[in-house]
């Protein structure tokens, strides 16, 4: 059993920064791509930014040049630095992972974190 845990969530002024981290925790495991995604009232959850385990970036276009995903495999944990937040941004974020455990490729989700961008 693999738990992600996330943390760093709040609420911030429009143009403010938030920090999300997302540890992974249990045993006799290994994760692949890592990844956030964020899910809106009313509305999908959306991916928000991905990276492989060889550290390959990818974005939603809503987020380039603002958003930066990166990961510490030694540590099992994956970050979302959020720079120039907008009110858009507004949602609870979750991590999610490629988790492989006795040869099987699961996929994991964190209970999320809400981010709040608000004057």
């Known amino acids: 059993q693999v738990q992600l845990v996330e943390s760093g969530g709040g609420l911030v002024q429009p143009g403010g920064s938030l920090r999300l981290s997302c540890a992974a925790s249990g045993s006799g495991f290994s994760i692949n791509a890592m990844g956030w995604f964020r899910q809106a009232p009313g509305n999908e959850r959306d991916l928000v930014a991905h990276?492989?385990?060889?550290?390959?970036?990818d974005y939603a276009d809503s987020v380039k040049g603002r958003f930066t995903i990166s990961r510490d495999n030694a540590k099992n944990t994956v970050y979302l630095q959020m720079n120039s937040l907008k009110p858009e941004d507004t949602a609870v974020y979750y991590c999610?992972?490629?988790?492989?455990?006795?040869?099987?490729?699961?996929?994991?989700w964190g209970q999320g974190t809400q981010v709040t961008v608000s004057s």
């Open positions: 990276i492989t385990r060889g550290g390959s970036t």
């Open positions: 999610r992972a490629n988790v492989i455990i006795r040869g099987y490729d699961l996929v994991s």
